[in-house]
């Protein structure tokens, strides 16, 4: 099982605003909605910022 992804619960994407659609990759160190595709690298200096 190398599929370690996590449902971000209660988080909204910034691109599509679609509710519980962002996932954290942990194997990737990113984090993907799966409503429009839009990535983004998890960055510690700025958590809780961008979502
Ligand atoms: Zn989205």
New binding site residues.
Partial sequence: MRDRSYLLDGLR?S??L?DN?LWLDLAAGLVE?R??G?GALIDPDHEGDAW
Wanted: proline content about 0%; aromatic content about 0%.
């Fill in positions: 994407c691109e599509c679609n659609t909605c409503g429009c839009q």
